[in-house]
Structures are given as C-alpha cells and as structure tokens.
C-alpha cells in the first residue's frame, strides 16, 4: 500500500535557525514527489516536484532533496513568515492520484 | 500562472439542502480535477477524480449519489453536496492538473469551509 510518513508533526524554530522535515514514503513506483505550503484556512500551495533518487530543488530559503525511500526539505536561516503546515505528496506511476502526508507545522518565532 | 479558484468560500446551510461548490482553472485548462477533503488539523483525503466530459471516479468510501461531481468543460468543476448534514462540515477544496503539461504538479483551490446546521 502507497503510504507517506512526516515527521516532525510539529517544529518549533528560533528565527535563523536552519533545520530539515522529513518525509518518508513507500509507493508501488514513484511518478513524483511533491511538497505544499499550506497556510491556516487556505488550499496548499505548490512548492517542488521531485522526480528522481539524488535529485534536488532550491526556492529562496527552502532546499527539496530525494531518496529513494525519503524526501527532505531542508530550510535555512527561516523567518516568521515560513511558518505554516509543509505537506508532501507522492504519485504513484499508472495514476493521477496524490497520496499525502499529515504534514509538518512548522512555527518560526522572531 | 496555474491559478485555481473557489467559489463560494465559505458557506452554512441548514441539514438536508443541497450545496454547490465550484471550481475553475482560471489561466490553463484543465482535463483532470480533484475534490477533497480535509478536516480539522487532517490532511487531505481525496474524494474523487473528475475528468472534463466523462463520469467521476469516486475513492472507496465515498458516497457518488450524495457527493455530485460534474466536469463540464476544460475550466470548470462542480461539487454538490446533497441532503446535507453536520458530519458533511469540513473544508472542500479541489485541484486541477494542467492539460498541456508534461509534469504531474496539481494547483489548489483556496477551498471552501462548509458548515452545516
């Protein structure tokens, strides 16, 4: 069964402080791999496409990797305005459908 | 580009109406779109898979008479939430997939938050 696993449910950060969320994923092929911003109350927003083991994807602060059984998304010196519920979403080969993770909340304080 | 857009943001109705919700590709068409669902602190489940001019395909579990899916054109999806009731409240929210492309990105909806009374 295609399953996605997020860990940390929950991070808390000091403004500046880099870390990485951790998205594990088993699936029957992998098509692609994605990551979504989601802000409280809004539809997620479409951040990397991931496609291959080894490949990897920068956007201003957020850096996207991939394995060939996790996805990291590793975020350097964050500000506030980071804070919100990152999502990953892998698509199995033969299918359109996105199989998501429960997400990480991430929370940067000034 | 790939903007995606809800219509009615939010919405109360009273149990046992019928609800509208759409769904349009604003600048692309789109062949395929998704409905899902998505309740408090969850992440989304996905409801159904509609494709622009055939029937709905509906993930197990989900009821097609109550859950009225229609892919009229290439822009356009609507959900229609049937007799309504309170364990329908949740947050709707449905992507598109860009006809012409040869990635698999799905775009978002802001969603709609539906409560029912």
């Known amino acids: 069964e295609d399953q996605v696993t997020q860990s940390p449910e929950a991070l808390r950060l000091q403004e500046g402080e880099s870390s990485s969320l951790n998205c594990s994923y088993t699936v029957s092929g992998l098509r692609g791999l994605f990551w979504y911003r989601q802000d409280p109350g809004k539809g997620p927003e479409f951040l990397f496409t991931l496609y291959s083991a080894g490949e990897e994807k920068e956007k201003e602060r957020l850096k996207a990797t991939l394995t060939k059984k996790e996805s990291f998304l590793h975020i350097t010196a964050p500000k506030p305005e980071d804070s919100a519920t990152y999502l990953c979403?892998?698509?199995?080969?033969?299918?359109?459908?996105?199989?998501f993770g429960t997400g990480t909340r991430l929370q940067v304080f000034p | 580009g790939a903007v995606v857009s809800q219509h009615p943001s939010w919405v109360i109705c009273k149990s046992g109406t019928s609800v509208k919700i759409e769904c349009r590709s604003l600048d692309f068409q789109a062949t395929t779109m998704f409905w899902y669902r998505q309740f408090p602190k969850q992440s989304l489940m996905l409801m159904a898979t509609s494709n622009e001019g055939s029937k709905a395909t509906y993930e197990q579990g989900v009821e097609k008479d109550k859950f009225l899916i229609n892919h009229a054109s290439l822009t356009l999806s609507t959900l229609t939430v049937t007799s309504a009731h309170p364990e329908d409240s949740s947050f709707y929210i449905c992507s598109a997939r860009h006809r012409d492309s040869s990635s698999y990105e799905q775009y978002f909806g802001p969603g709609t938050r539906l409560t029912v009374t």
């Open positions: 979403a892998v698509q199995a080969s033969k299918t359109d459908k996105l199989i």
